[in-house]
Structure formats: C-alpha cells, structure tokens
C-alpha cells in the first residue's frame, strides 16, 4: 500500500498513523524514510476501554483524553503519570501498555499544529 501511494506521487509525508500492525514501523521506514509514525490512539483507546470494568470506562476514559490531547510531549507524559498513579493498581498491562508505545503515540507532539485533525482510511 505504501508503494503503491508512492508510485501515484505522494512524496512528502511528515507523520503516519496506523494502527499496531506488526513490521508497519520498518514498512514506513523504507518507503518514507523521514516520515514520522504514530500509533492509531482510536486504537489504543479501544483496546484499552475494552480491557476494563464497565463502571470504570468512563473516567478512564477521560484520563486517557488528557494523554492523547496533550499539547505538547512534557504535557502527554505528564498526563501518562497520572494516568499511571490512578489506574496502575487497578490496571497494570493497561498502563504498562500506555508506556510502551508512548513514543509512537506521541508522534504528533512534533509535527506542527494544524487547524484540525485529517483523516484517510485507506482500504
């Protein structure tokens, strides 16, 4: 897929959001080597409500929406530790799995703003 958008003429790509497909990460690599990649946080939001009582879901939730809404890096792992003091005991994995992909879930922290999010569901 990744070629085949290379070969109709996308060539500047700076950030690249999928979901945790196994091999994704080199797949982008060598087709756009100075892309940036992310982790879908749909995804990893999904996953983890999906993981957890219902009674907790929503105020999960919502400290979730305080990582992946952060404005900057310093801002989403402030937000991870906090997610990390209310729901560690509770959920491990869960936030154990929140700190292992947040370097791929943070990738947007570096790419500049824009006016609102854009989407492309490629099929």
């Given at each position: 897929m990744l070629k085949e958008l290379w070969e109709r003429?996308?060539?500047r790509v700076l950030l690249l959001v999928t979901d945790g497909l196994p091999g994704i990460e080199e797949a982008i690599r060598r087709v756009y080597p100075m892309a940036g990649w992310q982790r879908c946080v749909v995804h990893m939001v999904r996953s983890s409500l999906g993981q957890v009582r219902s009674r907790d879901r929503a105020l999960l939730a919502q400290d979730l929406k305080g990582v992946y809404?952060?404005?900057?890096?310093?801002?989403?792992?402030?937000?991870?530790?906090?997610?990390?003091?209310a729901w560690g005991?509770?959920?491990?994995?869960?936030?154990?799995?929140?700190?292992?992909?947040s370097g791929p879930c943070f990738a947007?922290?570096?790419?500049?703003?824009?006016?609102?999010?854009?989407?492309?569901?490629?099929?």
């Open positions: 003429g996308l060539r809404m952060a404005g900057s890096r310093q801002e989403a792992l402030g937000a991870l530790e906090r997610l990390r003091e005991a509770r959920y491990p994995s869960l936030v154990a799995a929140w700190w292992e992909n947007f922290t570096i790419t500049p703003r824009c006016s609102g999010p854009i989407f492309a569901a490629l099929t």
